[in-house]
């Protein structure tokens, strides 16, 4: 498992660049609640979800955020890594 750790706004620029259903998709690919992946995000659903090894501190550009499992933003970067390949694909 590897830690990792980026700013507060960072991860919610990725999450912002998600395309739609994509909360979904990654639970649905991970065997997790889609509450559980939005709080990996920044949500604070724990009544449906669950905590998601992420530990904040406050600083610049939202704080640090340190990651115990990446999984889920890896998942993530996957999706839009491949939405980028296919804008390109369709614009040639």
Do not use: C, Y
């Amino acid at each position: 498992m590897i830690m990792r750790t980026i700013t507060f706004n960072e991860l919610r620029k990725i999450k912002d660049s998600l395309p739609n259903g994509s909360m979904h998709r990654i639970a649905d690919e991970l065997g997790l609640d889609v509450d559980t992946v939005r709080n990996f995000f920044g949500g604070h659903n724990f009544k449906q979800g669950k905590s998601v090894g992420i530990h904040l501190e406050p600083g610049p550009d939202g704080g640090l955020v340190m990651l115990d499992d990446t999984t889920v933003l890896d998942r993530a970067l996957m999706i839009l890594k491949d939405l980028n390949i296919s804008r390109v694909t369709e614009m040639a």
